[in-house]
């Protein structure tokens, strides 16, 4: 099993559309939880940190549920400009050792 | 503020060659890593340092990738000899102080493209 596995996608939705992207984790020791995203041939950038109580940042809401040790990631009113690859990331802290890792990605296209 | 900076963004070169792949780190952060990104294998943790001391390479495919972190603002990946196998984007990341809310952040160069033919 993958330490960290999200949908395959690829997700097609029409522009205003609300889109949900889904992962799981195996680890339950882990502490912090994050959604990048990634653009064509581009690196990946911090979209947003996942909060325990769930967060929003304007049209993106994170959740987390640590008991199913699942994240989501959903989009309102999609934009054109919202196609990506989003990829969902966990972190496991020991002392100075860090262990982050990364979701394989979900590729999201918005279509006019 | 400069981020992380890479080079060179493309290289090609032939098989066998040695390749040596550059970062600088955004100032300040206690924290370098070194991804390989592929198609088939997405993005793979290599290696990474914290205050210039690795911490953990079980992520190096094999002998022939080596990095080297001497000071805080700079750090290599060299592979030695290259194969074609190799051809990937190699991204670079620094965090600031591991521990800390904002340390858990990461941000990545844009990357440097090989291709090894």
């Known amino acids: 099993r993958k330490e960290v596995e999200q949908d395959p996608g690829p997700f097609n939705v029409p522009e205003g559309a609300t889109v949900a992207f889904n992962c799981t984790y195996s680890?339950?020791?882990?502490?912090?939880f994050f959604w990048y995203r990634q653009d064509c041939r581009k690196e990946p950038k911090l979209l947003m940190s996942?909060?325990?109580s769930g967060n929003e940042d304007g049209r993106f809401t994170a959740q987390l549920n640590r008991a199913s040790q699942y994240i989501s990631l959903l989009i309102r009113d999609s934009k054109l400009s919202d196609s990506a690859t989003y990829l969902c990331?966990?972190?496991?802290?020991?002392?100075?050792?860090?262990?982050?890792?990364f979701g394989s990605g979900t590729q999201l296209t918005v279509l006019p | 503020d400069a981020g992380v900076i890479q080079s060179p963004r493309h290289e090609v070169t032939e098989m066998g060659q040695e390749v040596t792949l550059r970062c600088k780190p955004i100032?300040?952060?206690?924290?370098l890593f070194w991804y390989r990104q592929t198609m088939m294998r997405g993005l793979e943790l290599l290696i990474y340092?914290?205050?210039?001391?690795?911490?953990?390479d079980s992520g190096m495919p094999e002998d022939r990738f080596s990095a080297k972190m001497p000071n805080a603002s700079f750090s290599t990946l060299k592979i030695q000899p290259s194969e074609p196998r190799d051809s990937a984007v190699y991204f670079c990341?620094?965090?600031?102080?591991?521990?800390?809310?904002?340390?858990?952040?990461?941000?990545f160069g844009e990357g440097s493209w090989l291709t090894v033919v």
């Open positions: 990341a620094s965090s600031p102080t591991v521990g800390r809310g904002s340390g858990n952040t990461i941000y």
């Open positions: 680890n339950s020791a882990s502490q912090s």
């Open positions: 996942v909060y325990s």
């Open positions: 990331v966990v972190l496991l802290s020991s002392g100075s050792a860090r262990q982050l890792t």
């Open positions: 100032s300040g952060h206690n924290s």
């Open positions: 340092f914290n205050n210039n001391v690795p911490i953990d």
